[in-house]
């Protein structure tokens, strides 16, 4: 009997390590399970000393070279750059987020050193300096607070205690308050049905006529109601409690939200809303939104793309280009300038 060995050529062994890390399955929003959709992927051919090498040449340069710095640093995974950091701190005798630090500054430092660390550090580092002082910005606590799996948020209060030697939600309480802090906690508590093959019909019916006559119907609103049900219900049933909830109400949920509730709370509960029908519209309308004005939002633009370039910048991008009919890619080369725009390029993986 002949043996028969296949040659496989190098592209076609790329494409399939490339069509296998993309199928890769993961806990989406509510625990279904949908394939991450990264724009950001493991290197091939990764070498990391030799990364460390250049990495050291380029921050010893004079005047610093930031090019090398953003096309090493954006083009690999988190797992690839610890391993050079590891590398570099071998070679160097030095702590290379520390040297990048001193090497960098602005946007750009705020976004390569938000790379350095893995999806759940910065998330919980961009929690802890949202509530850091004097004020709270309550924009990014609301958008990762909202917008995170039970999954994620497990891994990021275990992170935050370990991190801070404090639970998060002992910092959520003190730093809100009223329904507002009462609905973040309850969000944080990560106790959101997972969902089921069943759908329960009088279920759905039972929480759309009791988000009805806990605010529309009734002089006052019934916060507590509306928090169990908004923060307990799996993703699928809430999604169809919301489409119920227009047989009862004249008003659809957001109109509802808006007419019972003010403030903040209104706020958390219109980003609730926006992440529960369609998460990936809701970061593309929060980068439009903050890349709209003249002086654009970095703080919001680096925390959106580097926290979902490895879990699902790709369905982000698509539902940019679906709703604002420009590439995410376009928006960006419009709207920021230089290094820091070449470093967001980078993350974006490219242009629809």
């Not at 309480?173 to 309850?186: E, F, R, V, Y």
């Not at 633009?301 to 698509?318: A, G, Q």
Request: proline content about 2%.
């Amino acid at each position: 009997m002949v043996m028969l060995h296949l040659y496989i050529p190098q592209h076609l062994r790329k494409m399939a390590i490339v069509s296998e890390i993309l199928t890769k399955l993961t806990l989406s929003y509510g625990g279904e399970r949908e394939p991450k959709c990264p724009t950001v992927v493991s290197a091939y051919d990764f070498k990391p000393e030799a990364d460390a090498a250049r990495l050291e040449t380029a921050i010893k340069t004079k005047g610093v070279d930031e090019q090398t710095i953003i096309d090493i640093l954006t083009k690999r995974s988190y797992s690839q750059r610890s391993e050079i950091a590891f590398e570099y701190e071998k070679r160097s005798k030095k702590d290379l987020v520390s040297a990048l630090k001193g090497a960098l500054s602005g946007s750009l430092e705020h976004l390569i050193l938000g790379l350095m660390k893995s999806t759940a550090v910065y998330d919980a580092s961009e929690l802890k300096s949202s509530m850091k002082g004097l004020g709270t910005d309550e924009e990014c606590l609301i958008e990762i607070v909202c917008s995170r799996n039970n999954e994620e948020l497990m891994e990021i209060k275990k992170v935050y205690r370990e991190m801070f030697k404090k639970e998060l939600e002992k910092d959520v309480s003190g730093d809100t308050s009223g329904d507002l802090s009462k609905l973040l906690l309850a969000i944080v508590q990560a106790k959101r049905d997972e969902p089921s093959n069943v759908v329960d019909y009088e279920k759905i019916d039972n929480d759309a006529r009791a988000l009805y006559d806990a605010g529309v119907k009734r002089k006052g609103t019934d916060v507590t109601t509306w928090i169990s049900i908004f923060s307990e219900r799996s993703v699928p049933h809430l999604q169809k409690v919301f489409e119920r909830y227009k047989r009862y109400s004249p008003y659809d949920i957001k109109e509802s939200i808006r007419k019972e509730v003010k403030g903040d709370t209104e706020k958390t509960f219109l980003t609730l809303v926006e992440c529960l029908e369609n998460k990936h519209l809701y970061f593309a309308s929060r980068l439009n939104d903050a890349m709209k004005s003249k002086s654009v939002k970095e703080k919001a633009v680096t925390r959106i793309i580097v926290s979902r370039c490895e879990v699902d910048l790709m369905k982000v991008r698509t539902e940019f280009k679906k709703k604002f009919g420009k590439s995410l890619y376009q928006t960006i080369f419009e709207h920021t300038k230089g290094d820091y725009q070449k470093a967001l390029l980078n993350l974006c993986g490219g242009d629809d």
